[in-house]
């Protein structure tokens, strides 16, 4: 069995930096594309950037030049730091792998962590 679990969200002033974390965890031999996605009260999950176990990243245009995505792949880690906070970046921010290849337990297909709490207020 795998699980995500993401961390670093909190409540930031505009303007203000945030950097998230989201560890996979279980018996992983490797894991495919990792991602951030968020959801604002209201709204639809929407794609936030993604990176390829190689290092190829994609942004929604709406963050594109203010937050950046990186991974460690030894850490089974993703991160994304977050600068020049908006107010409209308020949202749950969750993590998504779309495959997981354990060394035991098979392959797992669209995992999410929990997701983690992004407040951009004054």
């Known amino acids: 069995q795998v699980q995500l679990v993401e961390s670093g969200g909190g409540l930031v002033q505009p303007g203000g930096s945030l950097r998230l974390s989201c560890a996979a965890s279980?018996?992983?031999?490797?894991?495919?594309?990792m991602g951030w996605y968020r959801q604002a009260p209201g709204k639809q999950r929407e794609l936030v950037a993604t990176?390829?176990?190689?290092?190829?990243?994609n942004y929604a245009d709406s963050v594109k030049d203010r937050f950046t995505i990186f991974r460690d792949n030894t850490k089974n880690t993703v991160y994304l730091k977050m600068n020049s906070l908006k107010p409209e970046d308020t949202a749950v921010y969750y993590c998504?792998?779309?495959?997981?290849?354990?060394?035991?337990?098979?392959?797992?297909?669209?995992?999410w962590g929990q997701g983690t709490q992004v407040t951009v207020s004054s």
């Open positions: 998504n792998a779309d495959r997981i290849t354990t060394y035991s337990s098979g392959t797992y297909y669209g995992s």
């Open positions: 990176i390829t176990s190689g290092g190829s990243t």
């Open positions: 279980g018996s992983i031999f490797s894991i495919n594309t």
